[in-house]
T-cell receptor, first 111, second 114 residues
Framework: NAGVTQTPKFRVLKTGQSMTLLCAQDMNHEYMYWYRQDPGMGLRLIHYSVGEGTTAKGEVPDGYNVSRLKKQNFLLGLESAAPSQTSVYFC??????????FGPGTRLLVL | AQTVTQSQPEMSVQEAETVTLSCTYDTSESDYYLFWYKQPPSRQMILVIRQEAYKQQNATENRFSVNFQKAAKSFSLKISDSQLGDAAMYFCAIHGGGADGLTFGKGTHLIIQP
């Protein structure tokens, strides 16, 4: 039981490049989330999903897109990366009304 | 909208002593959950303790306990017998019970002095 895993662990992008972050969970959780963490801040919600094929916007959704084609996977896409998207990205999953379990994070640097 | 405020950017405590981290929150929800998460230098977010708002009894997990004051919207974390491994960032968070995510405070950096 791996819990929540994230790929990659670290990535460097140039401004304007695109990339996809992958989150996978093996706990059969319905809900999945993407957060970003900036220095001196707590985590802020980017997008979330309450089930396969559904997504919704969180607090800071601009510049990101998401997809949940399979229950166990939640993808976060950056179509045209900007330096303001330099951050640490966390994925989490939870059953309804349950505790959120977090992945180890992906550190992204946009030059 | 929900908000979480942690007014102590940094706290320091001697090993084996007790420390209390403060957290206040605001929400219009009647049913919600409160959490403390620990983030060590590895960046992994680790659940410390969880409190359901409808429960009057304060949650405890070994050396960790909370003081939940619902009317005052206060949710402090007490760490007893502090250990070097407790050194980390601690985040207070609230969940409104729906499908949307957690709202976090900005965190408190806890330093343990040997």
């Amino acid at each position: 039981n791996a819990g929540v895993t994230q790929t990659p662990k670290f990535r460097v992008l140039k401004t304007g490049q695109s990339m996809t972050l992958l989150c996978a969970q093996d706990m059969n959780h319905e809900y999945m989330y993407w957060y970003r963490q900036d220095p001196g801040m707590g985590l802020r919600l980017i997008h979330y999903s309450v089930g396969e094929g559904t997504t919704a916007k969180g607090e800071v959704p601009d510049g990101y897109n998401v997809s949940r084609l399979k229950k166990q996977n939640f993808l976060l896409g950056l179509e045209s990366a900007a330096p303001s998207q330099t951050s640490v990205y966390f994925c989490a999953s939870t059953p309804p009304a349950g505790t959120q379990y977090f992945g180890p994070g992906t550190r992204l640097l946009v030059l | 909208a929900q908000t979480v405020t942690q007014s102590q950017p940094e706290m320091s405590v001697q090993e084996a002593e007790t420390v209390t981290l403060s957290c206040t929150y605001d929400t219009s929800e009647s049913d919600y959950y409160l959490f403390w998460y620990k983030q060590p230098p590895s960046r992994q977010m680790i659940l410390v303790i969880r409190q359901e708002a409808y429960k009057q009894q304060n949650a405890t997990e070994n050396r960790f306990s909370v003081n939940f004051q619902k009317a005052a919207k206060s949710f402090s974390l007490k760490i007893s017998d502090s250990q070097l491994g407790d050194a980390a960032m601690y985040f207070c968070a609230i969940h409104g019970g729906g499908a949307d995510g957690l709202t976090f405070g900005k965190g408190t950096h806890l330093i343990i002095q040997p």
